[in-house]
């Protein structure tokens, strides 16, 4: 069974911090790649950093320097730790496996709840 469970945003300060957690099936988790994605209002999801299962990341330009992916095999967990946060990085963050979403057994693309960010002074 597929599970992907998001924690740790909340509202926060620009050039505060926050650290993001995503619990995932093992599954899944020990196969994949992950990434984290967000969604700001309005706009479409995007991937913006993802891990392989070397270790290697990649992030998009607007988070690089800010922004750190890592994954833990004993928990399997993701989590992304933000740093420097700006006003623009407020959205719903998600985690799932990358490039694409995991689907469920009816081949649709499944996501978690995701967790707010919200940075705001």
């Known amino acids: 069974q597929v599970q992907l469970v998001e924690s740790g945003g909340g509202l926060v300060q620009p050039g505060g911090s926050l650290r993001l957690s995503c619990a995932a099936s093992?599954?899944?988790?020990?196969?994949?790649?992950m990434g984290w994605y967000r969604q700001a209002p309005g706009k479409q999801r995007d991937l913006v950093a993802a891990?392989?299962?070397?270790?290697?990341?990649n992030y998009v330009d607007s988070v690089k320097g800010r922004f750190t992916i890592s994954r833990d095999y004993v928990e399997n967990a993701v989590y992304l730790q933000m740093n420097s946060l700006k006003p623009e990085d407020t959205a719903v963050y998600y985690c799932?496996?990358?490039?694409?979403?995991?689907?469920?057994?009816?081949?649709?693309?499944?996501w978690g709840q995701g967790t707010q960010v919200t940075v705001s002074s």
């Open positions: 093992g599954s899944i988790f020990k196969i994949s790649a």
């Open positions: 891990i392989t299962n070397g270790g290697s990341t």
């Open positions: 799932n496996t990358s490039p694409l979403p995991v689907t469920d057994k009816r081949g649709n693309d499944y």
